[in-house]
């Protein structure tokens, strides 16, 4: 299948999961004639989402997964989902970041993703209170020379938080809390759970949304990531208004009834995956 078919079959798939969540359930035949695809594809389509656990399949279509607000995924399964999207959002938060920042990465495998093109940029200072996070960047600290390993030249500064480790590899509590709240950042780039107008950023990990909120308030800018997915998905805790969000990068699955939602409320949306990568507003 071409790159072209494949951001095809994402695109149609958003809009799919985006009418099961607002209808609360669709049906096959409908779905091929508002798509104008044959049946057969839209049971693919609806078994990928099946896989990926956003859709639940019933006789002649699909329904919402009637998912706990309290269920967190460990860190192993979320790092399956979509890959290319975070890939993309990846690609174009790290060009957020500038030569000498001082930045924070929250916890998830968005952060994770972005974590790995970040090491080339010189003199960083990083605060993470992700314990995947901070493996990314002490791996990267050290070159091999004829006399072993040596300090690379302008590899970053990482501070881990400390605090109770959660399914998600990530630090919270008051231990991690102390810490985000006596520093300032340049910029942050945190992943979320879900993301909606009426509920914010949200999470379904008490512990974690509070560790979150002193991430917000300790931050010049505040950039989330978050691929087509979590818009529309509540978890237990918000711990942010959509007011408090300078950028949001997202990938091209996105529907445009949502993009056009968050235009009215965000200074700048980012389209990773789209032609140039370009901001929205």
Request: glycine share 8%; aromatic share 2%; no cysteine.
């Amino acid at each position: 299948m071409s790159d072209q078919q494949n951001l095809l079959a994402e695109q149609r798939r958003a809009l799919i999961l985006d009418e099961v969540r607002r209808r609360g359930g669709v049906r096959v035949n409908e779905l091929t004639r508002r798509l104008n695809v044959s049946d057969m594809t839209v049971r693919r389509d609806l078994d990928a989402l099946a896989r990926q656990g956003v859709v639940e399949k019933v006789h002649g279509g699909a329904v919402p997964v009637a998912e706990a607000t309290t269920h967190e995924p460990g860190f192993e399964a979320k790092s399956a989902l979509e890959l290319s999207a975070k890939e993309d959002i990846a690609r174009a938060a790290a060009r957020m970041a500038a030569r000498g920042a001082a930045i924070a990465l929250a916890g998830g495998t968005t952060a994770f993703a972005l974590a790995q093109r970040l090491v080339d940029i010189p003199d960083l200072t990083v605060v993470t209170n992700s314990v995947r996070v901070a493996e990314v960047f002490h791996t990267s600290q050290r070159t091999m020379s004829a006399s072993g390993p040596q300090p690379r030249p302008g590899a970053a500064t990482v501070v881990l938080t400390g605090g109770v480790r959660t399914p998600s590899d990530t630090l919270v509590g008051p231990v991690a809390d102390a810490a985000i709240r006596s520093l300032h950042f340049d910029v942050l780039f945190i992943g979320v759970h879900g993301i909606s107008v009426e509920a914010g950023l949200s999470t379904p990990n008490l512990a974690e949304a509070e560790t979150n909120r002193h991430f917000v308030r300790s931050a010049r800018r505040v950039v989330v990531l978050a691929d087509h997915t979590k818009w529309g998905t509540v978890g237990l805790s918000s711990f942010a208004t959509l007011d408090e969000v300078d950028v949001l990068v997202t990938d091209a699955g996105l529907p445009p009834r949502a993009r056009a939602e968050i235009a009215e409320r965000l200074p700048e949306l980012v389209v990773a995956g789209a032609r140039g990568d370009g901001a929205d507003v």
